[in-house]
């Protein structure tokens, strides 16, 4: 019995493990910032900006991207006040290829492509005008691959012999699906199916892709969407954390300095990121031995949080037939 022990509990995890470092690919690798071009689109506030504080700050050359011209000076002026440091600006819709691509060309060779660029209308899919729907779609997803499409040849043939990187933000809500995040959540999940096969077509030019996975976040858009959102969507959605700009923007950056295809924020992202591991790759073999370990463990929790949200669903509807009913 000693033995099935000492085999089930040490050897066989020990075997695992070094499985799983000949297995895991692609390898670890680590993307400097300091003196490179980091190129953030969303620049102009809440995580974008954040990003453009904390890059500046590590030393590296800083151009933002949003829509607003306005907003993007009051950007570029915080951030010399807090670090010294001038950004460059570019204002353009990602929407719009052609005005991307002339912003990109202007501001020459990039090294870390952040996209954190993103619209967000909380509300049932029956209550969303088509052209909402279209609206989040063209800026969450395909502003995305305009960006992308538009930085790959000279990202491509920089000179530059270090790593380089392209990290999307996407949300957790890119990686469970949420009431009234119908439109929200499949932009943000085609992002995931987007950045797994641009990792394959890019490694052999040694650029890494990070898929960045915040919780709600304390911006200037999270007041706004609050005031739409749908009490079953607060309801369900209570039981996430907020966190601040600053804390995903230091959560971000140092997984895309990491390399890590997947960059959790949280206790719960971390959950999430374990639970929905999938076909994502994965660098760090001991991440790699958590997931598998965690699998099955991670099912039932994942069972266990859709039977509280339906739970609440079930109980809402009920309730909301009983007050019409008595009134």
Known sequence: MADAYFFLFFLLPLLLLVVLYFLVKPRPVKIPIK??????????????LSLAHRAAAEGARVSILAR???????????????????????????????????????????????LNHGVFVALELEKMELSEIKFTMDVNLMGTLNLIKAALPAMKNRKDPLPASIA????????????????????????????EALQQEVIADNIHVSLIFPPDTDTPGLAEENRRKPELTKIIAASSGCMTAEKVAQKALDGIKSGSFIVSCNLEGIALSLATAG?????????????VVAAGILR????GMQWTWYGSIEKYHSQRKGSTRSS
Do not use: C, W
């Open 35 to 48: 003196n490179r071009h980091v190129f953030i689109t969303g620049g102009s506030s809440g995580i974008g």
């Open 68 to 114: 607003s011209l306005g907003k993007l000076e009051e950007a570029r002026n915080a951030i010399r006040l807090a670090t010294g440091i001038e950004v460059a600006l570019f204002a353009a819709d990602v929407r719009d290829f052609e005005a991307v691509k002339r912003a990109v060309d202007e501001a020459g060779p990039i090294d870390v492509l952040l």
């Open 168 to 195: 999307l933000v996407s949300s957790q809500a890119g990686q469970a699906g949420i009431y009234g995040y119908v439109a929200y959540s499949a932009s943000k999940f085609g992002l995931r199916g987007l950045a």
């Open 279 to 291: 076909l994502s790759p994965q660098r760090s073999f001991l991440m790699a031995f958590v997931e």
């Open 300 to 303: 039932i929790v994942a069972l």
